[in-house]
């Protein structure tokens, strides 16, 4: 299967060319000859299987193509996602991939002024890539038009639930023409998703790249039974010892974050926090800098960090586990994307086993246990600390990356896809 035999146009061919793309993923293959079609799709895909190439190519091919149902400048195309980053990164594909068609684009999010924003939808737009909550900010000051949409992609809708924009999201659907073609991504199924595509979907292609609630199979998985206070110790070991050039760490709380963040510097770490109590110019730059080598630990909370695209991120540790199983999926998903390998490390307290057991049934796989090692550190802070209870006998952690999937036994540089 090649791009080429896809019916995509050649500008667009040759975007995906300059991306460096050789191959459609799954997601991809299945969805654009469907989305192309003008056909409905309801896609049960996570992030790092190329579902946004898979929704925005065949999206802009359909708007090249349809150019004379233009309404002046009013946007034909609305993508619908949860998070600004998301909405950044979003854009930022549209941009990529359209780069050698004339359709604009727009992403509108919260958190930052909305002048720039209503200044750039009076010069006209092809595409609104929003947040819910600021997109009906601009509805209700009449900046917004979206009486001419033809196409609406629901990005993360799972998320986007979670988030608690389902009635936003109704009132956004209410505001759209009757004959639109409709795209919903998520990465899981509750009965709530159900429910909204019944509602939204006009006779579905449904697409499953990968088992329900499972992990992309390429992240190797392991966790450390440790108590709460000896969790920073072993973090800043692991990224120490095995030398890791980029982590991606969850924590529950926004006070939480911060602190593992100060506590990491402290043990020598670069590192930045990004989650919903910074301002968007913070959020953002520690992002950059984060993609861009130049801090080590990004400290995230679950809703800031979804949908992250940090290419081949190498690791992502869970510092406390989240309470909803499916997260665990999410967040695992940030690591092993389209096709690199990736490993996710666990740090799990005793009042967490709870946790981790509800979340290997939803696997419905065991996850590796890890003795933690000897810790001998400059830091009097990060002294030893020991396994509890011991599970196996101990290994140095670096090797935690050899185990269950291929390729994984490098050394601790970024992979290359
Ligand atoms: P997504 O699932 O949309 O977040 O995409 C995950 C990552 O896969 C992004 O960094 C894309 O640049 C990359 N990607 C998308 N399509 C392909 C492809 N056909 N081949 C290789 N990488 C891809």
Redesign the pocket.
């Known amino acids: 299967m090649s791009f080429e035999s896809l019916g995509l146009l050649p500008e667009l061919l040759r975007a995906v060319q300059e991306?460096?793309?050789?191959?459609?993923?799954p997601v991809?293959a299945q969805a654009i000859p469907e989305i192309l079609a003008g056909r409905d799709i309801l896609a049960g895909?996570?992030?790092?299987?190329?579902?946004?190439?898979?929704f925005t190519l065949p999206l802009l091919h359909r708007l090249q193509a349809n150019a004379s149902s233009m309404q002046g400048r009013a946007p034909r195309a609305l993508i619908l996602v949860p998070t600004r980053e998301l909405a950044v990164q979003v854009g930022e594909?549209v941009r990529t991939y359209g780069k050698y068609l004339r359709l604009f684009s727009q992403a509108i999010f919260g958190g930052v002024s909305i002048n720039p924003q209503i200044d750039a939808l009076r010069r006209g737009t092809d595409i609104l890539i929003a947040t819910p909550g600021r997109l009906l900010d601009h509805v209700q000051q009449r900046t917004a038009d979206l009486r001419h949409i033809e196409i609406l992609v629901l990005d993360e809708a799972d998320r986007m639930l979670d988030m608690g924009f389902i009635n936003d999201i109704r009132r956004i659907i209410k505001l759209l023409p009757a004959k639109r073609q409709n795209l919903m991504f998520s990465a899981t199924y509750s009965e709530d998703i159900r429910g909204l595509a019944e509602r939204l979907l006009t006779n579905p292609v449904s697409i499953e790249v990968a088992r329900r609630n499972a992990p992309v199979d390429a992240v190797a998985q392991s966790a450390y039974f440790i108590a709460k206070e000896q969790k920073r110790a072993l973090l800043s070991h692991l990224i120490r010892s095995g030398e890791w050039p980029q982590v991606l760490i969850f924590n529950r709380t926004k006070h939480g974050a911060n602190r593992l963040q100060k506590q990491l510097e402290e043990d020598g770490i670069t590192a930045g926090a990004i989650h919903g109590n910074k301002s968007q110019a913070a959020r953002t730059k520690a992002l950059t800098d984060f993609k861009e080598g130049r801090i080590v630990a990004l400290v995230a909370t679950e809703v800031a960090a979804r949908?992250l695209?940090i290419?081949q991120l190498p690791y992502v540790v869970n510092y406390e586990l989240p309470n909803v199983p499916e997260d665990y999926v999410h967040r695992i998903g940030r690591t092993g994307?389209?096709?690199a390998t990736g490993i996710a490390v666990s740090l799990v307290s005793p009042d967490e086993s709870g946790l981790l057991r509800d979340i290997e049934r939803v696997l419905r796989r065991a996850i590796e246990r890890v003795t933690v090692p000897a810790i001998s550190t400059p830091s009097p802070s990060a002294r030893i600390v020991r396994a509890s209870p011991p599970v196996q006998q101990q290994r140095p952690a670096q090797n935690a990356r050899r185990w269950g999937s291929p390729g994984a036994g490098q050394s601790g540089q970024r992979r290359r896809?």
């Open positions: 991306s460096g793309y050789e191959t459609p993923t991809q895909a996570q992030t790092g299987t190329g579902k946004t190439a898979g594909s949908g695209d290419d994307r389209a096709g896809a």
